[in-house]
């Protein structure tokens, strides 16, 4: 009787905590969706690649 | 050494990992700032809390986001370049000059970081560490030297109080 009540304990507790992840990442879903609405004329930020290493290699030749 | 010797010296750091990085973080700096070989480099990192109330469900996130943090001794500027972990690339800079700050200060509480105040508006807060372990946030690069160096330039030469 004991070990059953600690077990149900247990399993309320993980249903619980996967539903709490769930809620988490749809209300986040959505607000990222409504973000995106209003914030859909930024221009992304530039962004400069790591030059490859044969492009290292020929600037150092030069 | 022992076993237990081995256990309690804590994590050891891969100075090859790391001086490769420190190469890295030089080409990027150096493709987006000119004259970059007249800055010194450490990496450091930005961090960025919000608090999220979604009915049963609350708690914090925090956004970290890598930077290469330079300083010119000379000109008395620090510049700010945006990565990523892995050095893969970086953004624009953004340049903090010392005579067009309007403060900069190290805080101690809650945490270690280097704030600059380049404007009433907006502020940025640095944080640097000789070496941070997790490499899937933090650029792997040991930097003690450099660290020191940057806080004695920080709290010298920049710092406005």
Known sequence: MFWKEIGGILIFLLVFVIFANIWFHFVESILTAIKKIFCCHKEPPAWHPLPKEDTREDEEDI | ?161
């Open chain 2, 1 to 161: 050494m022992g076993f237990f010797g081995k256990l309690f010296k804590g994590p050891e750091i891969d100075m090859e990992k790391s001086d490769a990085n420190a190469k890295k973080m030089r080409l990027l700096f150096n493709q987006v700032v000119e004259n970059g070989d007249t800055y010194q480099l450490i990496f450091g990192y930005t961090e960025d809390v919000s608090w999220f109330n979604y009915g049963f469900v609350h708690g914090s996130k925090t956004k970290i986001g890598n930077l290469i943090v330079g300083w010119n001794e000379e000109t008395k500027t620090i510049v700010v370049v945006p990565t990523v972990p892995d050095l893969s690339g970086c953004g624009d800079p953004v340049y903090y000059r010392r005579s067009e700050i309007m403060k900069a200060y190290r805080n101690k509480y809650p945490t270690d970081a280097f704030i600059i105040y380049p404007d009433k508006k907006a502020y940025i807060g640095i944080n640097a560490y000789d070496w941070l372990e997790d490499e899937k946030l933090y650029v792997y690069v040991s930097q003690e030297k450099e660290l020191a160096a940057f806080t004695e330039f920080f709290m010298n030469q920049y710092a406005t109080k």
